[in-house]
Structures are given as C-alpha cells and as structure tokens.
C-alpha cells in the first residue's frame, strides 16, 4: 500500500527553521491533496498545512499561517513543509498524510494514509 515517511526533524532554537520532507511510495501520489499534521505530548493531533494535487493552493492553520509553506512535487512523490520564526509552542511529531478527497480538509479524518512522523525541538 502506500507509504509516506518524513525526514528532517530535529533541535532549532526559537526563531529559526527547518524544513520537512515527506516521500511517498507505493500509489498515487499526484491526484490526492496532502497535509502535515502535528502532535505535541498529552496534545490531540492538529491540522498544520494542506496543499492540494497541482500545489496550487494551500490551506494553513491560524496559528503557522505566515510562518510555514506547504510545497510538493509531484515528479518525485515529496511533499514539503518549510518551517520560519519557529517557537517553542511548534515542537511536536510532525506527521504527512495523504488526503482522500480532491479539497483540503482540516481534520485527520480526511486523510487516509500516513507516515509515521519526524519529531521537531524548539528549545534553546
């Protein structure tokens, strides 16, 4: 089936960035919207960022919208997430999921493939 694994967690001081990477295998990767979720401990699961197939548009939660960027290319199954001014208030695993329909949707239960997280630090 499919799978998606993500790569480029790690420790960043508060105010610097990170970006995500997110490939995919096993399916179709192009015709289907993706999304990053996040999930810090004793914390519900929350929609970060959303794109859909063609990247043409986005769809950002309130609190990373002018921080974060959702990217994808298609060619290579890879799906990004470009993390700026990043706060100690966005560490958490950071999950990609696949989405089933062709809109972005904000909750976990529209998306119906996902990997198995990268974990980001903000500390000093």
């Known amino acids: 089936q499919v799978q998606l694994v993500e790569s480029g967690g790690g420790l960043v001081q508060p105010g610097g960035s990170l970006t995500l990477s997110c490939a995919a295998s096993?399916?179709?990767?192009?015709?289907?919207?993706m999304g990053w979720f996040r999930q810090a401990p004793g914390k519900e699961r929350e929609f970060v960022a959303g794109t859909t197939w063609n990247g043409g548009n986005a769809v950002y939660a309130d609190n990373v919208k002018g921080r974060f960027t959702i990217s994808r290319d298609n060619v290579n199954s890879t799906v990004w997430l470009q993390m700026n001014t990043l706060r100690p208030e966005d560490s958490a695993v950071y999950y990609c999921?696949?989405?089933?329909?062709?809109?972005?949707?904000?909750?976990?239960?529209?998306?119906?493939?996902w990997g198995q997280g990268t974990l980001v630090t903000v500390s000093s």
């Open positions: 999921a696949r989405g089933k329909y062709a809109y972005i949707r904000p909750t976990d239960a529209d998306y119906n493939y």
């Open positions: 096993g399916g179709t990767f192009r015709a289907y919207t």
